[in-house]
């Protein structure tokens, strides 16, 4: 069975997806806050210190829509051969620190890029009391061996680092065992945990998730000064181009564009960008 072309375009049905704090502050230590100074981040780790508030880490509005629309299935293919390829966030409200949601999720694209196909989702989480938007993710996957039916390439990237030296940079290690505290996330994907099932996919070790990578970008950026209160991300995307094997130190270089957006690069180690093409903003909730 090749991937289910059939579903490109269908939102699937509403999924009701409830969390409460124990999710968001587990979120927020899988992608390394309090690791090193557990003083560090107080408002994203703890939800009961004297003065401080929860605030939920942007970046788990990702979380929030994984694995929507459950009894689709995309078909039947080795899912060692899949790899996360971009991630987008755009968030409306902040999100709460415990709530209800309701997800709709579509498959938006499948491009064939000839030994391999790409399939783009979109999904959506609206606050199950009000109706409100929350946040909308986009995200793509890249499944080796499964193009070679004929279809559109898709458009070329266009994002382009800017020449000149980054305005701003930052710094985060990562640890060997990440991988196992973020997968409580919802990820159980063996590819993170289980050495046999990592080199079927052609990697020496269980590599650290796409989405911890990229909330640990996001947490190094949060720390910018162009950044401002905590939690105040807007949107934030980026390319998967390198793994990241737990343990690796992770620089994040950051340009300020003319339009109030940020593009950034993730660097891992010797010197690999592990994630491209990434783009953030800044600012207040929509609404």
Same mark, same amino acid.
């Given at each position: 069975?090749?991937?289910?072309?059939?579903?490109?375009?269908?939102?699937?049905?509403?999924?009701?997806?409830?969390?409460?704090?124990? !999710?968001?502050?587990?979120?927020? &230590?899988?992608?390394?806050?309090?690791?090193? *100074?557990?003083?560090?981040?107080?408002?994203?780790?703890?939800?009961?210190?004297?003065?401080?508030?929860? +605030? +939920?880490?942007?970046?788990?509005?990702?979380?929030?829509?994984?694995?929507?629309?459950?009894?689709? @299935?995309?078909?039947?293919? *080795?899912?060692?051969?899949?790899? /996360?390829? !971009?991630?987008?966030?755009?968030?409306?409200?902040?999100?709460?620190?415990?709530?209800?949601?309701?997800? +709709?999720?579509? =498959?938006?694209?499948? $491009?064939?890029?000839?030994?391999?196909?790409?399939?783009? @989702? %979109?999904?959506?989480?609206?606050? @199950?009391?009000?109706?409100?938007?929350?946040?909308?993710?986009?995200?793509?996957?890249? =499944?080796?061996?499964?193009?070679?039916?004929?279809? %559109?390439?898709?458009?070329?990237?266009?994002?382009?680092?800017?020449?000149?030296?980054? #305005?701003?940079?930052?710094?985060?290690?990562?640890?060997?065992?990440?991988? &196992?505290?973020?997968? &409580?996330?919802?990820?159980?994907?063996?590819?993170?945990? #289980?050495?046999? $099932?990592?080199?079927?996919?052609?990697? !020496?070790?269980?590599?650290?998730?796409?989405?911890?990578?990229?909330?640990?970008?996001?947490?190094?950026? &949060?720390?910018?000064?162009?950044?401002? #209160?905590?939690?105040?991300?807007? %949107?934030?995307?980026?390319?998967?181009?390198?793994?990241? =094997?737990?343990? *690796?130190?992770?620089?994040?270089?950051?340009?300020?564009?003319?339009?109030?957006?940020?593009?950034?690069?993730?660097?891992?180690?010797?010197?690999?960008?592990?994630?491209? /093409?990434?783009?953030?903003? $800044?600012?207040?909730? !929509?609404?």
């Amino acid at each position: 069975m090749s991937l289910n072309h059939d579903l490109v375009g269908k939102p699937s049905e509403p999924v009701t997806k409830s969390w409460t704090s124990t !999710e968001t502050l587990l979120y927020a &230590l899988g992608i390394g806050y309090g690791h090193d *100074d557990q003083l560090t981040g107080l408002q994203f780790t703890t939800e009961n210190t004297d003065g401080i508030e929860q +605030v +939920v880490a942007p970046t788990y509005g990702v979380i929030m829509t994984h694995g929507a629309g459950p009894g689709r @299935s995309l078909g039947d293919f *080795d899912r060692a051969m899949l790899v /996360h390829g !971009e991630q987008g966030l755009r968030i409306h409200r902040r999100i709460p620190a415990a709530g209800t949601a309701q997800i +709709v999720s579509t =498959i938006t694209d499948i $491009f064939d890029k000839g030994s391999a196909a790409i399939v783009r @989702s %979109e999904s959506t989480a609206t606050d @199950s009391e009000t109706g409100a938007p929350l946040v909308t993710t986009t995200s793509s996957v890249f =499944i080796r061996g499964e193009g070679g039916f004929g279809g %559109e390439s898709g458009p070329k990237a266009t994002w382009q680092a800017p020449d000149r030296e980054p #305005d701003w940079s930052g710094t985060a290690r990562t640890w060997p065992g990440q991988a &196992l505290l973020y997968r &409580l996330n919802g990820d159980r994907n063996p590819l993170h945990a #289980d050495p046999a $099932f990592a080199a079927r996919g052609g990697f !020496e070790k269980p590599i650290l998730h796409g989405l911890c990578t990229y909330g640990v970008s996001a947490r190094v950026l &949060l720390d910018a000064p162009f950044a401002g #209160d905590a939690g105040n991300l807007r %949107e934030f995307s980026g390319r998967f181009s390198s793994p990241v =094997i737990p343990g *690796d130190e992770l620089t994040v270089r950051a340009w300020q564009s003319d339009d109030d957006e940020i593009l950034f690069q993730t660097v891992g180690a010797q010197q690999k960008t592990v994630i491209d /093409h990434g783009r953030a903003r $800044f600012g207040p909730p !929509e609404a």
